[in-house]
């Protein structure tokens, strides 16, 4: 036999064994809400609120209690998911900028895999999904319908709409649907959820890695249909760290999201509110359900690996705020669920992540090398033990030039470096962060120590603000 022959033969062995084990690894389903704090989950303790697939995920996989978005903004908490890589590389200045297209993406190193790669909803980041790694979308949902009127153009409190104006369905050559509703509509979980399940449901040898987004439960905020007396106003409380106002200046009090409700705050506007927010809530619950019972029916239920998360949480009347541009815990931390095959059941987690953590945890569930020089870290082995210690002794927040954050096992410093003010908390004593410590002289030594490698941090990964500070010294 001739040695042209002998290399044919060896190279068409190799891609089919490349093509079985593709097809041996795990189907991924990624599913992210929009805005949802972190303790909208009854599997998290909320009595209020009913999420009873989230529950049932939780119950089969591990509930992650101290999950961070790092930037508590949708597109720029996006695009660290999609990169792998923390903001000040993602996108400058301050996270706000040109999208840092030489990044590595995570659906490119999926479909490099041999897995296809599919997003479904919400895109708020540069470009098309298609052009940053996706093989194709369904259900994308973005701007471009600005010249339609608002389908639905007052909220549920008949306030004129100011979020998702011009947002409309599209394909991927850019043509707009507007006739599927021009700014969120109250049942377009649906439509995302119709998405997710016609991908799921398609028959192919390879792995499936499908990205699905939702909206809810972000502003403009309508009832679903079906849903609008799920939740009594009357009988709902409050976030336990309400407030009518907050007490300073934290970079974003005239931002759009503040001034959503008249102020000064009340317990009946927030009343009010939780309850469309809660509706909104179990009206995804049960979309979610919907993809997850095709999942069972296609056979793939038990070799798909299920992340559930927020791009950030919100604050929703806590510490006087309704937005999310702030580094409390109801915002900076996440909503996260892992379960799968190779996942621990009903367990929960306090270690820490990152949502671009990710993109390489996902990577080595799946038997795929992530690539070297993104910032997320692996927490696969908490997956497998609860108990072990995450990938993160420290986590970093950061918003405009206007906060910055670290939270250890237990202290959690904020620094406002615009107006000269830090914050000290104890979450594990205070975990609704009632009781600043800052200006108590016994906890100076946390301070400092806190401060400093929070300082050296933000040096080391390019926050143009620490240059701009160090420079000037």
């Known amino acids: 036999m001739s040695r042209p022959l002998l290399s044919l033969i060896a190279i068409v062995f190799l891609l089919e064994s490349a093509s079985a084990a593709g097809a041996r690894r795990p189907n991924v389903l ?18 209020a609120v009913r ?3 989230l529950d049932r995920l939780a119950a089969r996989g591990v509930l992650f209690r101290r999950a961070v978005c ?13 990169t792998g890589c923390q903001a000040f590389r993602v996108q400058t200045p301050y996270a706000s900028g040109k999208f840092n297209s030489a990044l590595p993406r995570w659906p490119e190193a999926m479909r490099a895999a041999g897995y296809r790669t599919f997003y479904v909803g919400k895109w708020h980041t540069t470009g098309i999904p298609t052009k940053l790694g996706y093989q194709a979308t369904r259900g994308l949902y973005g701007s471009g319908g600005g010249k339609y009127p608002l389908t639905f153009a007052v909220d549920h409190r008949g306030v004129p709409v100011t979020g998702y104006t011009g947002w409309v369905f599209k394909d991927d050559a850019g043509k707009t649907y507007p006739e599927r509703g021009v700014g969120l509509t109250p049942n377009i ?9 016609e991908l799921v449901s398609e028959t192919d040898d390879r792995p499936f890695f499908v990205h699905v987004n939702f909206t809810a439960p972000h502003d403009p905020r309508f009832f679903p249909r079906g849903y609008e007396t799920s939740y009594d106003p009357a009988k709902l409380a409050p976030p336990a760290n309400f407030a009518e106002r907050h007490p300073f200046d934290h970079g974003n009090l005239n931002g759009r999201d503040e001034v959503l409700l008249p102020r000064p705050l009340t317990p009946e506007l927030i009343r009010g ?7 909104l809530i179990e009206h995804m619950d049960a979309q979610i359900g919907r993809i997850l019972a095709a999942l069972e029916r296609g056979g793939h239920a038990e070799n798909t690996i299920i992340f559930f998360t927020s791009d950030h949480g919100l604050a929703v009347g806590s510490h006087g705020l309704l937005g999310k541009q702030n580094m409390y815990e109801h915002t900076i931390n996440v909503p996260l669920i892992a379960a799968g095959p190779g996942i621990a059941a009903g367990r929960e987690t306090a270690a820490q992540c990152y949502l671009r953590d990710l993109f390489p945890t996902v990577c080595e569930l799946c038997g795929i090398a992530a690539p070297r020089e993104i910032d997320g870290r692996s927490f696969a082995a908490v997956l497998k033990r609860p108990e072990a210690k995450g990938p993160h002794d420290y986590v970093i927040g950061y918003f405009t030039d206007t906060q910055r954050m670290i939270r250890g096992e237990r202290y959690k410093l904020i620094r406002y470096p615009q107006i000269g003010r830090e914050q000290l908390f104890d979450v594990v004593a205070d975990p609704n962060e009632l009781h600043d410590l800052g200006g108590e002289a016994q906890s100076a030594a946390i301070r400092r120590e806190l401060g ?18 160090s420079a000037g010294r």
């Open 30 to 47: 990624i599913i992210c809400a929009d805005d949802m704090r972190p303790d909208c989950l009854a599997a998290a303790g909320n009595v």
């Open 51 to 53: 999420t009873p697939t």
């Open 70 to 82: 790092a930037y508590p903004i949708c597109v720029v908490s996006r695009a660290e998911m999609l």
């Open 189 to 197: 979980s649906e439509a995302f959820a119709d998405a997710a399940i």
């Open 273 to 279: 509110e939780l309850a469309v927010y809660y509706a």
């Open 452 to 469: 400093d490698k929070l300082s050296a941090w933000l040096r080391e990964h390019g926050d143009p603000l620490a240059a701009k500070s």
